[in-house]
């Protein structure tokens, strides 16, 4: 493909959060496929908004993540054209925030719907799309789902697009390094003395068991991404657990972080580090969940607990996304 030709559109896909209190019931709706919650579930989730300030920074933060990566794609093609033609300094046409790339976002369960960004991206006449959801390791439940909102959009919107799906990039090296070097930064919080003992806890969001039955990949690449990190950082004690089970009757992946604290607590150990390795961005069920949660806790048995600072708009997970994106074209041709 010549990138001189045409614009190479991304789509960041992921979850969704509301904007505001008021929008909670019909976020929630969503979710649930369009069957209302019970009221006293409303009120109980919308109390951990207000923990967290009222609403999620998940939309402020993928839009900064969408930006920087399209800031990042551009840089690097000017840059590569700068060197096939010999020049030592930047071109007066290598913008980087009007190359050939441009990044959208699409949410799977509230405004920008993953099918208004794709009407958009139709409009604006781009023609080849890398497909990227902010989920590093697969499952049918969760990227795959995001994939065929996607397709959907595709069916009915007829844009005559090229797409290419990025199923997963969960041992991707810049991935795992821009990890390990979060779980250092964080291991830095804890006294010299101690910092030896602590027990890190690498954490992601839980899904129904049954899917086990289905041989969907996402725990084994959990344990991939957790290797890998692991590898980075030497020798270090850990754990893994799953959080923020849904509320359903069904059996949900495990261990639960709860149990490990108990378990570690039990044990005499003080110093806990948790590390997100299933999420890459600050939303309710890192400042929620973690932050408030887990802390109390992990407090009422004793126990010193820290968090791992999520990716967010970190240069290098930034420069990750982007070796995936380049990596998926290339596979494309």
């Known amino acids: 493909m010549d990138l001189n030709c045409e614009t190479t559109g991304v789509l960041l896909m ?8 008021e929008d909670f019931e ?21 109390d951990r908004y207000r923990l967290i300030g009222g609403k999620s920074p998940l939309l402020q933060i993928t839009q900064d993540q969408a930006r920087a990566l399209q800031e990042r794609l551009n840089a690097r093609e000017a840059g590569n054209k700068e060197q096939a033609i010999g020049h030592r300094e ?4 290598s913008d980087a925030d009007h190359g050939h790339f441009r990044v959208y976002i699409g949410m799977r369960h509230w405004h920008p719907y993953i099918k208004e960004t794709f009407k958009k991206i139709r409009d604006e006449g781009v023609k080849r799309l890398v497909a990227l959801a902010l989920a590093p390791q697969y499952s049918r439940q969760s990227v795959g789902a995001y994939i065929q909102k996607v397709k959907e959009a595709e069916a009915e919107l007829d844009g005559h697009i090229r797409i290419s799906y990025v199923e997963s ?6 991935f795992l390094e821009a990890i390990a070097r979060h779980v250092k930064k964080a291991l830095d919080r804890f006294p010299s003395a101690v910092r030896d003992q602590v027990r890190i806890i690498f954490t992601a969001h839980s899904l129904p068991e049954r899917i086990l039955a289905e041989n969907d990949p996402y725990p084994h690449q959990l344990q991939q991404t957790v290797s890998g990190v692991v590898k980075l950082l030497g020798l270090v004690h850990w754990r893994f657990a799953y ?7 069904e059996k ?3 261990p639960r972080v709860e149990e490990v604290l ?5 044990k005499g150990h003080r110093e806990v580090l948790l590390a997100p390795v299933g999420f890459v961005s600050d939303h309710v069920e890192i400042l929620y969940d973690i932050d408030i949660l887990f802390k109390n806790l992990a407090a009422s048995k004793g126990i010193h607990l820290e968090r791992m600072e999520s ?4 240069p290098l997970f930034i420069e990750a996304l982007a070796s995936v994106v380049r990596e998926r074209m290339k596979d494309e041709g």
């Not at 019909?26 to 009120?43: H, M, N, Q």
């Not at 990039?169 to 810049?174: A, N, S």
């Not at 959080?243 to 009757?249: A, C, D, F, H």
């Open 14 to 21: 992921t979850y969704g959060s509301p904007e505001s209190l």
């Open 26 to 46: 019909a976020y929630f709706t969503d979710i649930r496929g369009g069957r209302k919650p019970p009221p006293e579930l409303v009120e109980e989730i919308k």
């Open 90 to 93: 930047k071109a007066p046409d």
């Open 169 to 174: 990039w969960h041992t991707h090296p810049l």
């Open 243 to 249: 959080q923020s089970q849904g509320r359903t009757s």
């Open 252 to 254: 949900w992946l495990g």
């Open 262 to 266: 108990e378990e570690l607590s039990a």
């Open 311 to 314: 990716l967010n708009t970190d």
